[in-house]
Nanobody, 123 residues
Framework: QVQLVESGGGLVQAGGSLKLSCAAS????????LGWFRQVPGKEREFLAT????????HSADSVKGRFTISRDNTKNMVYLQMNRLKPEDTAVYYC????????????????WGQGTQVTVSS
């Protein structure tokens, strides 16, 4: 399995941008689809975006489409989430995820999770 470690979270004002990074370890990194989810206390973990193993296909949730962009660099074992025009309701813990499913959007399709990174958007 692949191990994931997120970074790049923090405090940002509404309208600002952040770029989350996720470093993966494991020789089979390039065989996994990767994605980003987020969670606020008391709510279910929410799908945000996913990218196929070769980076050729992506899919994003309607709630972030046009604002968040997922990308990956298989030469560096990295996946990124560029977040623009952030809103206070984007405040959450953001998780990197790996899946054997081509385009994984469900929690049940995830094989590995990172530990999460906090993103706080102030109004």
């Amino acid at each position: 399995q692949v191990q994931l470690v997120e970074s790049g979270g923090g405090l940002v004002q509404a309208g600002g941008s952040l770029k989350l990074s996720c470093a993966a370890s494991g020789r089979t990194f390039s065989s996994y689809a990767l994605g980003w989810f987020r969670q606020v206390p008391g709510k279910e973990r929410e799908f945000l975006a996913t990218i196929s193993s070769n980076g050729g296909s992506t899919h994003s949730a309607d709630s972030v489409k046009g604002r968040f962009t997922i990308s990956r660099d298989n030469t560096k074992n990295m996946v990124y989430l560029q977040m623009n025009r952030l809103k206070p309701e984007d405040t959450a813990v953001y998780y990197c995820a790996a899946s054997r499913i081509f385009i994984a959007t469900k929690i049940t399709e995830i094989a590995s999770w990172g530990q999460g990174t906090q993103v706080t958007v102030s109004s």
